[in-house]
Nanobody, 117 residues
Framework: VQLQASGGGLVQPGGSLRLSCEAS????????MGWYRQAPGKQRELVAT???????NYGDSVKGRFTISRDNAKNTVYLQMNSLKPEDTAVYYC????????????WGHGTLVTVSS
């Protein structure tokens, strides 16, 4: 199983970016998918998660600005990021709790988002 994230890059403050993450491989079912981020010198923190049923959870710092969604048919999770701030600069990691042979937590390699003028 692999998680392939894409969509990171450089954006000006106030701008928008959309991240995507596709899970591939032998997958029987995916429970929760989500995004976490880690800024330089800081611990990894929750950005947003979404269950297979569509229940969403957001970190306090992104509420009202970021929107998580998923396409269950494509095993893909998206993160629409609006009104970006310099403090959103971080490596964003995709995460999925899924059943391949058994239930396991998987992480993608991360995609860098830089918010700067």
């Amino acid at each position: 199983v692999q998680l392939q994230a894409s969509g990171g890059g450089l954006v000006q403050p106030g701008g928008s970016l959309r991240l995507s993450c596709e899970a591939s491989g032998t997958i029987r079912s995916i429970n929760v998918m989500g995004w976490y981020r880690q800024a330089p010198g800081k611990q990894r923190e929750l950005v947003a998660t979404i269950t297979s049923g569509g229940s969403k959870n957001y970190g306090d710092s992104v509420k009202g600005r970021f929107t998580i969604s998923r396409d269950n048919a494509k095993n893909t999770v998206y993160l629409q990021m609006n009104s970006l701030k310099p403090e959103d600069t971080a490596v964003y990691y995709c995460n999925a709790g899924l059943v391949s042979t058994w239930y396991q937590d998987y992480w993608g390699h991360g995609t860098l988002v830089t918010v700067s003028s």
